[in-house]
């Protein structure tokens, strides 16, 4: 029988593990741990994916308790498509991508094409709107069909893989809710997540699950934002560009949501409820991705660290985490910080008409810049490395 680890990748992990087993490594919970260890490797060399069952064990396994933050259907960065150019040219395809929140990291796993990305969230809610998102994902035959779902609303005749990103939104602008659409959709992933992926969710998690679809369903494409009353709508995040005027969202282009699909599809953006500061979530994700050759080259931190240096110790607890993940020399933080907050801190920004600056920093020269006493506070994290 073949070990569930190796349902996909059973071709080129075979000859390493007659050879495991001819040098004597015949004993069963040896051969069970090198076989989960070959069959990600090879997995995530060759293009496969992970299955159900070891993609609800990290779920589950990785996650910490959930703890208290303001929840967050979307993003209310209005910067976040500023740094993708620089990214993709800093960074090459392949690597390990992890992040925070919810929709922004499918525009920049889009840009960067990792093999596998990770979502680090205190937030259960954030985890099931995860998949909540996975689910549509999986069921959507294009963008068109994808937003329909999302949002309780027909999809408009007229538009092919082809639309444009602004011509997209735009044609739902005048489009009613359907209930009907929302009842049939709430099954179908419902459906997809515990028959489909036999994932064990909970009645909670199901209700959950609902209360965020109906977040959707309620505001529209064009009226739903994350807080503040200054934000960008859902639609307007979609159609918003980089600072050339190119659109880089995960639903400007078929081929951004395809990329995304396709890493859904095959269980490599995992969820995963933790604290950056705790001592479960990014420690064990960097154990897995250290044993399997993995290296992480964007981690997207958005404003987590102020928070963090508001609470004594944490702020040096996460570099600890940060220091234990397998890291090069390109990979990358995203940072993102709030004008009000640059101003009352002292950060300077460019000048524009945006709520948010994002920015590209070296890890390791930020953990150096840590450990060497050079970073004590959340101002001098954008300063010029020293």
């Not at 392949?94 to 796993?109: A, D, H, K, R, S």
Request: no cysteine; net charge neutral; aromatic share 10%.
């Amino acid at each position: 029988m073949t070990h569930p680890d190796l349902q996909r990748t059973t071709g080129p992990a075979a000859p390493a593990l007659d050879l495991l087993t001819r040098i004597g490594f015949g004993a069963k919970g040896i051969v069970t741990v090198l076989v989960g260890v070959l069959a990600l490797r090879f997995a995530l060399r060759k293009g496969g994916g992970i299955t159900d069952q070891e993609f609800w064990r990290m779920v589950t396994d990785l996650s910490e308790r959930g703890g208290m933050f303001q929840q967050e259907v979307m993003s209310n960065e209005d910067s976040a498509q500023f740094v993708i150019p620089a990214l993709k040219e800093r960074i090459r395809r392949g690597g390990v991508y992890i992040g925070v929140g919810p929709e922004q990291n499918f525009t920049y796993i889009a840009a960067i094409q990792p093999r596998l990305a990770f979502v680090v969230d205190i937030r259960r809610d954030n985890l099931l709107e995860h998949l909540l998102y996975k689910a549509l994902f999986e069921l959507s035959a294009d963008r068109a069909d994808f937003i329909a779902r999302l949002f309780s609303r027909p999809r408009p005749t007229g538009l092919d893989a082809g639309a444009g990103v602004t011509a997209l939104f735009d044609a739902y602008q005048s489009i009613d809710v359907d209930a009907g659409l929302y009842d049939n959709t709430l099954r179908a992933v419902v459906d997809r997540l515990k028959s489909g992926h036999t994932f064990q969710l909970s009645d909670a998690d199901e209700a959950a699950i609902g209360r965020l679809l109906q977040a959707f369903r309620t505001a529209g494409p064009s009226n739903l934002k994350g807080s503040g009353d200054k934000n960008l709508t859902y639609a307007e995040a979609m159609t918003a560009t980089d600072l050339a005027g190119q659109h880089q969202s995960y639903l400007a282009s078929d081929a951004n949501f395809r990329i995304v699909q396709d890493l859904e599809r095959r269980n490599l953006i995992v969820p995963v409820v933790g604290d950056f500061a705790g001592d479960r979530a990014l420690a064990g994700i960097g154990r897995y991705l250290t044993e399997r050759q993995a290296t992480v080259n964007v981690f997207y931190v958005s404003n987590v660290e102020r928070y963090l240096f508001e609470q004594g110790d944490h702020g040096r607890q996460f570099y600890a985490n940060v220091a234990a993940l397998p890291l090069d020399q390109s990979s990358t933080f995203i940072r993102s910080v709030t004008r009000d907050i640059s101003r009352r801190l002292g950060i300077p920004l460019p000048d524009g008409n945006v709520n948010w600056w994002s920015f590209l920093s070296p890890i390791r020269a930020g953990l150096d810049a840590v450990a060497g006493g050079r970073v004590e506070t959340y101002r001098q994290l954008f300063e010029p490395v020293r």
